[in-house]
């Protein structure tokens, strides 16, 4: 959706200017809901400890973070009945015991939470990653697929055979993780099914950088929540979809994603 | 069923006073200056205070028995023409009217019967005079139909600079637009900004918002026939235009003198030639622009046959340097045969072709390059025919059957080193078929009726495969149960529609009257957008057994009067629509290139009701008119917001407009037009929450809040130079337009987001398009 903005920019541009979208800040009056338990959990199979953090929502336009969910009952298990009850470590962080096994491809996970007497429970299998062959860094100029003049980096991997496989892609710039929004990519094996496919970073890094690519399996149930998240980084676009609440797979009421993912990394240094 | 249908129309007609020996007066009123035929003149019979109006081809016929009569023209804009007539044997007239000269000091509309508005059976219509539109301020100097109707009572807008248009609580796909007969899939060009239709082809524009007449179906809210014109069958003539985006040229004359003749009209915008100025190389390589054509033929083979062939072509093309480009557009083609079989049965035999075909491709050079085409294609065969029995009764009856193909899409490589695999979807064929009967019939000199039934017939053509799919149904995720596979010819399923049509007059007095009107439509297509705006990617989908045909019943009822010696109009009605099998997507809905896309959709009622209102004044000086609006519109669809009833996003409960046009001068025409629209629903978060480090928003209901209220002033000054003489062809105009003229940011949309480099606050963001945008456009005829 990202280059059909950019499109209705040049539009804007073509049409002697005469179209030129603008922004302003405004006053506008939204409604309080009443607030309600976010779960945000992850179990990866890389080694632990793994996190489940909750929090609570809040009024929108109100400048404050998030309230922390402190004193609620956490407990992840595994499909080999190994059962962990996670300590709250900061508050609204909760995290598994050193106890509990490396998450494994193929195992299905269950979490439990408890809290105010009322029980939220989701659950998910760890999906295979596909290996991340090699990267490469070539320097464009500023153009249509890159935003400014700078070093992309590009992907190689072999995309397994089947139908259904999605991913995201995390980016680790000099050991730091953006949430920007040009940096959230997901993709699903569609179109690409069985190939050998390359993907190449929406962003420019620069020399001496070191960026560290993070692929992950996804369900198809976690690829349809973030694809609902991306939509939401940009609702009421041109040819975006309204805005609607992501499909939680967490049942009981509350909101959020109990994630369940199989990892690959890949870094390079640009030099 | 049509035994029947016949049988009770015939009854209800009266054959009175059948041993008087009649005769019919029947002909065609064509415009004296071009020979272009009329579309509803007014043609009375003075003694017997009888009359008819001329229709879609200016053809007239009434039956009246043995005597002398005076006949008496009337059409706003012409002079009366009296013609006096010996009936002693059928009679077949062949009038030119006179355009009246606004330089003679009279009123223009003086006549017996300027009180149409008044005096028809006809209600919830909507006429745009294009002649008026050219002089009324334009978005950069476009003057366009569909934007003109938004200044009309009962119709909302589709968005600032939109000219997509909702009638009376129904969605855009809802309109049936019809350009000489062929359907326009995709009325707009450049996302809606300007229409595909060019007014300088354009001859007659009439939108139905109710009482929709039976020889019109498959669509359910309105009915927009365009008709081009047919050229100028006295002499060759070019008008045309420079505008700020755009310019246009129109040739037109006689094929055979008044035998037959030819217009051909094109438009196409610059915008591009100045990309190409830019020192920017991303921008000089972009292309963008869109292009109509617009051509007609028609000619005479005698009195009682007549042959039109007409078509439009048009496209919109838009390339972002070589990585990214789209295009799209329609085609229509419509071959006509108007026979007089005799005096009194006029028919029309027509064959329809219409498609709109969009297509996108990325990055023809690099191994994820990719292209997508789609389309979707109509063939229609169709007969119609006019029976004039007698004075007090008018039948028309006729059939069609119609070919529909839609083609979702083929998405694929573009180049060999593509690793884009190709993916297709089948195309969805249907066959729609329907029969048709009404007549208007004068009860007496005060009650009008015209009573109608349309039977609609639709069928989903294999080969495909139908789906089955359960209730859990969720974003790119199917609740399938079953498929079944149909081979390659069957019909695998069918629906039928009965559809009832009624409208009815009562004169109250001469100058003011009572209407009411009722009508049942299906329609068989469903429009899956799920796009702020309408997009060249909007998908349709045909009715299927998943999918149930849309079908709507309205009531309306109105009053109407005249004062002032009909120089001033009001009409005010009251209208209640209430549509079902309306679909809605679901949350987070899948609908890209996607094979269960019918799994994404679930399917409500729709229910809208309103109050309209219109004066119009017209003298020879001014032409001014006010339109309001108030209206609800909403929808109630089960699995979707908690299955409670939600607003439509083009839910504007007040909606005012004034259009005011003076001619100041023989040489200055100044207009001026208001609209105040208040917002429409959307939805908005009501809290926030946070997740791996991003925000999302949370809504409770959907279309939860309003968007401030639209309001914007545009004027405009038209100036006609002198001529060169009275008598001199050349004549030239010069339009210089504002729009928006106090610079009303009007919201376009409205997010919620996080403000930028900061992690603790957060804004409510309006977007809008335009403030100010002045334009100018010169115009020439000759």
């Known amino acids: 959706m990202k280059r059909t903005h950019i499109l209705f920019s040049i539009l804007a541009f073509a049409s002697v200017a005469l179209f030129s979208s603008c922004e302003e800040v405004i006053d506008y009056d939204l409604d309080t809901a009443e607030s309600k338990l976010v779960i945000d959990g992850l179990i990866s199979d890389q080694p632990g400890p793994y996190y489940v953090k909750l929090s609570l929502t809040a009024p929108y336009l109100k400048n404050e973070p998030t309230a922390r969910v402190s004193g609620a009952l956490v407990i992840v298990k595994d499909d080999l009945n190994n059962v962990d009850t996670l300590k709250e470590e900061l508050p609204g962080n909760y995290k598994t015991s050193a106890s509990f096994p490396q998450g494994q491809v193929g195992r299905t996970y269950s979490l439990l939470v408890s809290y105010k007497g009322k029980n939220y429970t989701a659950s998910g299998k760890i999906l295979p990653v596909a290996n991340i062959d090699s990267l490469s860094y070539i320097y464009r100029k500023e153009g249509v697929s890159y935003p400014e003049d700078g070093y992309y980096v590009t992907m190689y991997a072999q995309e397994p055979a089947g139908q259904g496989n999605s991913y995201r892609f995390k980016f680790l710039q000099n050991g730091y993780f953006s949430n920007r929004s040009d940096r959230f990519v997901i993709a699903n094996d569609e179109f690409v099914d069985g190939n050998y496919i390359t993907f190449t970073t929406p962003f420019p890094v620069n020399m001496n950088d070191t960026i560290v690519l993070e692929g992950q399996s996804l369900t198809p149930e976690a690829y349809l929540y973030y694809m609902a998240l991306v939509t939401q980084m940009n609702p009421n676009g041109f040819f975006d979809s309204p805005p609607a609440n992501l499909p939680t797979n967490i049942s009981g009421g509350a909101l959020g994603y109990f994630n369940t993912v199989a990892i690959k990394y890949r870094g390079i240094r640009i030099k | ?782």
């Open chain 2, 1 to 782: 069923m049509k035994q029947l249908l016949l049988s009770i129309l015939f009854a209800a007609i009266s054959f009175s006073s059948l041993a008087q020996q009649k005769y019919t007066i029947s002909g065609r009123v064509r415009d004296q200056k071009n020979g272009e035929e009329l579309i509803g003149v007014s043609v009375l019979v003075k003694e017997l205070n009888t009359g008819t109006v001329t229709n879609g081809y200016g053809f007239f016929s009434i039956t009246l028995p043995q005597g002398k009569y005076t006949v008496i023209l009337s059409y706003v804009g012409f002079e009366n023409q009296t013609i006096e007539v010996d009936l002693s044997k059928d009679v077949v007239l062949k009038p030119e009217l006179k355009e009246s000269k606004i330089e003679l000091k009279e009123v223009v509309v003086k006549s017996d019967k300027p009180n149409a508005n008044v005096e028809s059976t006809r209600m919830s219509v909507v006429q745009v005079d294009v002649q008026t539109l050219k002089k009324m301020p334009a978005l950069m100097g476009e003057v366009d139909i569909l934007r003109g109707l938004q200044f009309m009572p009962g119709v909302q807008t589709g968005g600032e600079g939109s000219t997509g248009f909702y009638v009376r609580g129904g969605n855009v796909d809802q309109n049936l637009i019809l350009l000489d007969e062929a359907i326009v899939y995709n009325p707009s060009h450049l996302f809606g900004f300007f229409s595909v239709f060019n007014s300088d082809a354009i001859k007659d524009v009439e939108l139905y918002k109710g009482g929709i007449p039976a020889q019109y179906g498959g669509r359910l809210s309105s009915v927009l026939d365009v008709r081009m014109k047919d050229g100028n069958s006295k002499r060759f003539s070019a008008s045309g235009g420079l505008g700020v985006i755009s310019s246009r040229a129109t040739v037109e004359g006689p094929l055979v003198k008044d035998k037959g003749s030819f217009i051909i009209s094109a438009r196409r915008t610059y915008g591009d030639l100045f990309l190409k100025l830019s020192p920017d190389e991303e921008v000089n390589k972009s292309r963008l622009y869109f292009y109509d054509f617009n051509a007609k033929l028609n000619y005479t083979i005698n009195d009682n046959n007549r042959i039109f062939v007409s078509g439009y072509f048009g496209r919109d093309v838009l390339g972002f340097d070589k990585s990214f480009s789209q295009d799209w557009g329609n085609a229509t083609g419509t071959l006509r045969w108007n026979h007089i079989f005799n005096k009194r049965l006029f028919s029309n035999l027509t064959f329809v072709t219409s498609r709109y075909d969009y297509g996108l491709e990325a990055e023809p050079e690099e191994s994820q390059g990719f292209e997508w085409r789609s389309d979707m294609a109509d063939q229609t065969i169709k007969s119609d025919f006019t029976y004039y029995l007698n004075p007090k009764n008018t039948l028309r009856f006729g059939a069609g059957i119609t070919w529909h193909s839609i083609f979702p899409g083929e998405a694929g490589p573009n180049n060999p080193n593509s690793y884009i695999n190709k993916q297709s979807l089948p195309v969805s064929n249907s066959l729609e078929h329907y029969y048709y009967v009404s007549n208007e019939t004068k009860v007496n000199t005060r009650l009008t009726l015209d009573y109608g039934l349309r039977l609609s017939v639709f069928h989903n053509q294999a080969s495909a495969w139908v789906y089955q799919y359960g209730p859990n149904n969720l974003g790119y995720k199917p609740d399938l149960r079953d498929s079944t596979y149909y081979g390659s010819g069957s019909i695998y399923n069918t629906y039928t529609g009965i559809e009832p049509r009624l409208s009815m007059k009562y004169s109250l007095n001469e100058s003011s009257s009572v209407k009411a009107s009722y009508n049942r439509t299906y329609q068989y297509m469903h429009l899956i957008s799920n796009t702020n705006s309408p997009s060249p990617t909007d998908i349709y989908i045909n009715s299927s057994p998943n999918v149930k045909p849309q079908y709507a019943d309205q009531v309306a009822a109105g009053y109407f009067r005249n004062f002032q010696n009909n120089t001033l109009e009001l009409s005010t009605e009251v209208y209640y629509k209430k549509m079902y099998n309306q679909v809605d997507y679901i949350d987070n809905a899948y609908l890209f290139l996607y094979k269960h896309i019918e799994s994404q959709i679930l399917a409500g009622t729709g229910t809208s009701y309103g109050f309209e209102l219109m004066a119009k004044k017209k003298t020879n000086k001014i032409d001014t008119w006010i339109s309001y609006t108030l209206s609800k519109t909403d929808r109630k669809i089960d699995g979707i917001n908690d299955n409670k009833a939600y607003p439509v996003r083009y839910d504007h409960r007040h909606n005012f407009s004034a259009v005011f046009n003076y001619e100041k001068s023989k040489k200055w025409t100044l207009s001026a037009n208001f609209i105040y629209i208040t917002g429409g629903a959307f939805s908005a978060p009501d809290a926030r929450y946070e997740f791996d480090g991003y925000v999302v928003p949370y809504m409770t209901t959907r279309n939860n809040y309003r968007m401030p209220a639209y309001h914007r002033l545009d004027m405009s000054a038209t100036l006609h130079p002198k001529k060169k003489s009275e008598t001199a062809k050349y004549e030239s105009y010069w339009v210089f337009s504002l729009y928006n003229v106090y610079a009303r940011k009007n919201a376009y949309s409205i997010v919620f987001r996080q403000r930028e480099g900061y992690t603790d606050q957060y804004q409510a963001v309006k977007t809008y398009l335009f403030t100010f945008i002045p334009s100018v456009s010169w115009n020439f005829k000759f």
